[in-house]
């Protein structure tokens, strides 16, 4: 079965622009989540979708949004980008239902770097 | 005080060794508790999770101490293939929260 795709793999971005990156989840998945992961440091929470609904917010500016769509696909979208945006952005998967739906699986992860 | 510490090494140990990771979190609330290795400049990979009872996986074991609010890898007769970084991580409000990771534990094993 396929993992968790993200695109684009890389991007590079100049400050002040935007922009959105893309996640499919694991086949049967209804919950996303994306994360930040700046060098050295563990990945941060930054927002988590259940069935096109939002279900939690990390402690992120308002220049992040994201949405889920009816396929369970997702977008992280990142307005006004600033420096220190540069990372790499996770996004993971979680199965529906009971004790399982609380482990996330990870994607590749799409590298940001801002100039 | 971090939600979640670990030490982050590099820990240097000779292959074959008995190597040992700790991880303290400050949430008494947290539900569930996973180790994660992530390779350098990959995604994490889910290693293993922890629940109260503890969990073995071959080589590995991972033990959880609520009490304490310590949980604990424990990685035996260690492989050149288990160098890699190892995140602690704790899941909050049952998704709601998001994954709260550590920093990571660095660790070498050298031949």
């Known amino acids: 079965d396929a993992g968790v795709t993200q695109s684009p793999t890389h991007l590079i971005k100049t400050r002040g622009q935007h922009v959105t990156l893309r996640c499919s989840p694991i086949?049967?998945?209804?919950?996303v989540s994306w994360y930040q992961q700046v060098l050295g440091q563990g990945p941060q929470f930054i927002f988590q979708?259940?069935?096109?609904?939002?279900?939690g917010r990390g402690n992120f500016p308002d220049r992040f949004s994201a949405r889920q769509f009816p396929n369970y696909s997702s977008e992280l979208n990142v307005n006004a980008l600033l420096l220190g945006d540069s990372a790499l952005y996770l996004c993971a998967s979680s199965p529906p239902g009971g004790r399982v739906a609380d482990t996330q699986y990870f994607g590749p992860g799409t590298r940001l770097t801002v100039l | 005080r971090k939600e979640v510490e670990q030490d982050p090494g590099p820990f240097n140990v000779p292959e074959g060794a008995t190597v040992a990771f700790n991880c303290t979190y400050s949430n008494s609330a947290s539900q569930s508790f996973f180790w994660y290795r992530q390779d350098c400049r990959k995604e994490p990979k889910l290693l293993m999770s922890?629940?109260?009872s503890g969990n073995e996986d071959g080589r590995f074991t991972a033990q959880l101490n609520r009490a304490s609010q310590y949980i604990s890898l424990l990685i035996r007769d260690s492989k050149l293939s288990d160098s890699a970084t190892y995140l602690c991580v704790v899941n909050g409000r049952g998704g709601a929260d998001g994954l709260t990771f550590g920093k990571g534990t660095h660790l070498i094993i050298q031949p």
């Open positions: 086949s049967g998945h209804k919950s």
């Open positions: 922890v629940y109260s």
């Open positions: 979708y259940y069935e096109k609904e939002e279900r």
